[in-house]
């Protein structure tokens, strides 16, 4: 069974999910005072994103993600070598690919829904060219998806399966 230290845990909530608020109160007044506070919150949390090492610290991440905090975070995630099979696989289905896929083309999707259908194509297309090569980490999709994700038929037969590996404890 694979797992996370405490120390991971730990370093992944301050540092990333709570970011602001690990931050003096000093840091904490200029973002709030800056012009795009969200902005300097992504940038700081990617700067702590890039000390992770470890696939399970990566898989962590995104099983905790906010998904309201935006989908940078995990469309960075995917792009990482240490980024598992699993943890791509949880990506694409904690993006609802049932909902994206009615789209056919980018152009056919409302601004305000692009950067959860650019994510939803960039794992679909680098789950389904093979490009995570490493797959330790077990991910079920049935676990969390919808059965209308399992009866769509626009969503690939191989990402409605599970992917190899160990589960993951945290």
């Given at each position: 069974?694979?797992?996370?230290?405490?120390?991971?845990?730990?370093?992944?909530?301050?540092?990333?999910?709570?970011?602001?608020?690990?931050?003096?109160?000093?840091?904490?007044?200029?973002?709030?005072?800056?012009?795009?506070?969200?902005?300097?919150?992504?940038?700081?949390?990617?700067?702590?994103?890039?000390?992770?090492?470890?696939?399970?610290?990566?898989?962590?991440?995104?099983?905790?993600?906010?998904?309201?905090?935006?989908?940078?975070?995990?469309?960075?995630?995917?792009?990482?070598?240490?980024?598992?099979?699993?943890?791509?696989?949880m990506i694409y289905w904690l993006n609802t690919p049932d909902y994206y896929a009615r789209y056919e083309k980018s152009q056919d999707v409302?601004?305000?829904?692009?950067?959860?259908?650019?994510?939803?194509?960039?794992?679909?297309?680098?789950?389904?060219?093979?490009?995570?090569?490493?797959?330790?980490?077990?991910?079920?999709?049935?676990?969390?998806?919808?059965?209308?994700?399992?009866?769509?038929?626009?969503?690939?037969?191989?990402?409605?399966e599970p992917s190899e590996g160990e589960d993951f404890l945290f």
């Open positions: 069974m694979l797992k996370l230290t405490q120390e991971q845990i730990q370093f992944i909530k301050d540092k990333i999910f709570d970011v602001f608020y690990s931050l003096s109160k000093k840091q904490q007044w200029e973002i709030e005072k800056s012009a795009d506070e969200n902005t300097e919150i992504l940038k700081l949390r990617i700067e702590n994103v890039e000390k992770l090492k470890t696939a399970e610290e990566l898989h962590y991440l995104i099983k905790n993600w906010n998904w309201d905090d935006g989908d940078e975070i995990p469309l960075l995630i995917l792009t990482y070598p240490e980024c598992d099979r699993g943890t791509a696989l409302p601004s305000f829904d692009i950067d959860g259908y650019l994510l939803y194509k960039e794992a679909e297309n680098l789950l389904l060219e093979g490009f995570f090569k490493q797959e330790r980490i077990k991910f079920n999709p049935r676990s969390i998806a919808s059965w209308e994700g399992f009866d769509n038929e626009k969503i690939p037969s191989k990402l409605k």
